[in-house]
């Protein structure tokens, strides 16, 4: 599939580094963003909501929420 995955991520992140470890490992594309780097707090909140936790992913431009639901859907989906 040439479906790209957008990942909004921070550094020090567990969540985030597996997630993009597990992507890379299926040879998924997508682009990774990163908070202070690419995006502010404040963007982080206005896009996804004032609880939401990182990493979060979108796919035509549909929240897959985190880590966990992300690889859910991606198995689902016949991604991986």
């Known amino acids: ?12 992140c567990g969540f985030c580094d597996r997630l993009t470890e597990f992507m890379d490992s299926k040879e998924l594309q997508y682009e990774k963003f990163t908070l202070d780097q690419d995006f502010t707090r404040e963007e982080f909140i206005d896009k996804f909501g004032y609880n939401s936790t990182f990493p979060q992913v979108l796919l035509n431009n549909k929240n ?8 859910r859907y991606m198995v689902e989906n016949n991604f991986v």
Do not use: A
């Open 1 to 12: 599939m040439s479906e790209k995955f957008y990942v909004y991520s921070k550094n020090n």
């Open 64 to 71: 897959l929420g985190g880590m966990k639901d992300t690889v």
